[in-house]
């Protein structure tokens, strides 16, 4: 089959991945600027007998994919800020239960009703502990619509892999954005399916008994193994349990199954890096101004580098470290007060040579604004 | 087959207080589903958080626990996923309608068919005896030491105008019966509710002087009659059980097949 070529907002590229991914079911809420995702679904999932519902709130929109991912489904919802808040419990409950999911959040600025049509990188460290407790998670973003598409591809894959949910972090501007995108032929991106137990009827199932390789094999809900699902601390039957051996070796196993694997989970994308002088590390529609600063730059022989953040969690310290060991400056660009400034900073040999260019009044953060703060981080006045 | 096949033995005894009304809606609901001689792989029960939404854990079928008040959001997925599955939800009567009002009524509205057991103890049992929207006007509390100023929501009357298509109303002393409502809610195609009133005497009990769990479950033969029974007109007081309504309309995931129909048409 053709790939085909179509010209979208970077909502319908994140759409088409889900359904690239085999999304089977969506729930969701309206709320600007995400409402594209749900519309564009409730047309295309019927389509595939796919199941699309708009549910009374964002608690019950997250609470119903959790409930039909048990069942075997591919699902996924999608809100902002405000819808993000209200997701955080169940959020928690699918970590703890391990459930497969997509959790994409559009963000706009916030706090609160905040700034809803204009853009925002704010919720970079709710996405990594906005639900209570202890815990690890995965939240990926993306520049650019085919990237968009990518990473939406890939978030359903790194969910079944490790039973865990995955948080798209896209933003304002990257969702409503029109470009190309080239949505390649079913099969060029290899999917990876839910690995469902081998236990025939009768034997004793454990569905939260890990494999060597720390995979948990599933079984749907329906089918011939009956068992149970909590969000308390559980034993491998899934039955709750105090037992502080059960507990501690629960939280351990959560936080572990992420957390050594940050390179592996890790995507990136690097731009002049080996010579650069000054490397900017930026992420979603940020990354675009800084790549435009970086290339113009380039052509006059300065002597900058990009590298662009894919997975924001667990976020890829070493990575970063290496990346950056030979750089003179560098210049963390986004669209907050500097929260991945300052995991940068906690990464690096050096955290004097950080720096932070950001913008927080609604408006895109362009290459002039960039240039502006490159100038004074250089030494080369106001 | 037998009452035990359908438990999980190896957690008995079960965790609730000696008196507790929320066992005797365990054994009756049990009863009703060997009755119906439904398959455990078919079943999902879905619960919340509670003395009451410990249930599932003690029936051997496909159990999900949740969280306080989204039992039924997360019954919905599973439900509109896999429609064939019986989908069982019993609720406390904070879980069911504090917490989680809002989305008792949008699934009643939607009709989508599973059965929501509200387990209406009057009070908030887990966490040590506060007021829940069902513990009614004058009542006491540990949240209410001056007496409690709310009003209660009648579960009925609000299950029937947000769109339930099945409404019934039973006790925990009137174990036939319960059985009987629960058997036509199971198999009733739509959104059935059934409120059992079911007592918790280490609090609700002891905070409003109502005796142990024996003298509570007398007061409910006093207390109710049969829906229109002369008893009824005689003392309009008395909490009246049965079922209220039972009417066939469309159900949600049957519209959601026409709905595919009609997408795959175009
Ligand atoms: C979001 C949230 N808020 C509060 C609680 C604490 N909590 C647990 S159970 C419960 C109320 C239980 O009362 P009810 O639902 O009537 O069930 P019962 O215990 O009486 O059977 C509350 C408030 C919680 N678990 N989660
Ligand atoms: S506290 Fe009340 S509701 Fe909870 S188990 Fe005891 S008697 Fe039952």
New binding site residues.
């Given amino acids: 089959m053709e790939k085909s070529v179509k010209f979208v907002q970077g909502n319908e590229a994140c759409v088409e991945g889900a359904l690239y991914a085999g999304l089977d079911f969506f729930a969701g809420y309206p709320i600007t600027p995400s409402t594209e995702i749900a519309e564009s679904l409730s047309f295309r999932l019927p389509k595939k007998g796919g199941k699309f519902i708009q549910m009374e709130d964002e608690i019950s929109s997250m609470c119903a994919i959790i409930g039909a991912s048990l069942t075997g489904s591919k699902v996924m919802t999608a809100t902002s800020g405000p819808g993000f808040s209200l997701m955080q419990e169940s959020l928690g409950y699918a970590v703890m239960a391990e459930i497969p999911c997509v959790i994409v959040n559009v963000q706009r600025g916030g706090p609160s009703t905040g700034i809803p049509t204009h853009i925002s990188q704010g919720d970079v460290m709710q996405a990594r502990w906005g639900t209570h407790g202890d815990h690890s998670i995965v939240a990926m973003t993306a520049s650019t619509h085919q990237d968009v598409f990518d990473i939406t591809v890939d978030a359903f894959n790194i969910s079944e892999t490790y039973r865990t949910p995955v948080i798209l972090l896209l933003d304002e501007v990257v969702g409503h954005l029109r470009e190309r995108l080239d949505v390649p032929p079913p099969g060029d991106i290899p999917l990876i399916e839910r690995l469902r137990t081998s236990c025939s009827e009768g034997i004793d199932y454990h569905p939260y008994l890990p494999r060597e390789d720390g995979r948990l094999p599933m079984s749907d809900f329906g089918g011939v193994h009956r068992f149970n699902v909590t969000g308390l601390y559980h034993d491998m039957w899934g039955f709750p349990s105090d037992n502080p051996g059960v507990v501690q070796g629960l939280i351990r196993h959560l936080v572990d199954k992420i957390q050594n694997n940050v390179n592996l989970l890790a995507r990136y994308k690097e731009y002049h890096l080996e010579d650069a002088e000054c490397i900017m590390v930026s992420y979603g529609a940020s990354a675009r101004s800084a790549l435009h600063v970086v290339e113009s730059r380039r052509v006059r022989g300065e002597k900058l580098g990009l590298l662009e953040l894919q997975t924001l969690w667990p976020f890829p310290e070493q990575i970063v470290r290496e990346k950056c060991r030979n750089a003179k400056h560098i210049l963390v660009v986004e669209m907050n007060t500097g929260q991945v400034m300052e995991m940068v900073k906690s990464s690096v040999d050096d955290p004097g040579k950080v720096f932070l260019a950001n913008k927080v009044d609604g408006i895109f953060i362009s290459p002039t604004d960039i240039r502006n703060i490159l100038r004074v981080v250089q030494g080369k006045g106001v | 087959m037998a009452i035990k096949d359908y438990i999980r033995e190896r957690f008995f005894p079960h965790m609730?207080?000696p008196?507790?009304g929320?066992g005797i809606i365990l054994n009756n609901l049990l009863r009703a589903i060997e009755n119906l001689g439904l398959k455990k792989n078919n079943i999902v029960m879905v619960s919340g958080i509670g003395?009451?939404a410990r249930i599932s854990g003690y029936v051997d079928f496909h159990t999900l626990h949740t969280i306080h008040g989204r039992a039924l959001a997360f019954a919905t997925g599973v439900k509109m996923s896999r429609p064939e599955l019986n989908l069982i939800v019993p609720m406390g009567d904070g879980d069911a309608l504090a917490i989680g009002g809002n989305h008792f009524i949008h699934a009643a509205r939607r009709n989508i068919n599973m059965t929501a057991i509200v387990m209406n103890?009057r009070i908030y049992?887990?966490t040590g005896g506060q007021y829940s929207p069902l513990s009614g006007y004058g009542t006491s509390a540990t949240t209410a030491p001056y007496t409690n100023i709310d009003h209660d929501f009648d579960v009925v009357q609000l299950s029937v105008a947000a769109g339930a298509t099945f409404v019934g109303r039973t006790t925990t002393y009137h174990v036939q019966q319960m059985v009987d409502i629960l058997q036509k809610a199971i198999t009733h195609h739509g959104f059935s509710v059934v409120e059992i009133l079911t007592q918790?005497?280490?609090?609700f009990g002891r905070k409003n002087n109502a005796g142990d769990g024996v003298e509570m479950m007398k007061l409910y033969k006093d207390n109710t009659t049969s829906i229109g029974s002369k008893k009824k007109q005689e003392n309009p007081d008395l909490i009246e059980r049965g079922i209220f309504v039972q009417k066939e309309l469309p159900e949600y995931c049957d519209e959601y097949k026409n709905i595919i129909a009609r997408a795959k048409g175009k």
């Avoid at chain 2, 918790?200 to 609090?203: G, V």
């Fill in positions: 609730w207080c008196g507790c929320h003395c009451s103890n049992g887990m918790c005497p280490t609090y």
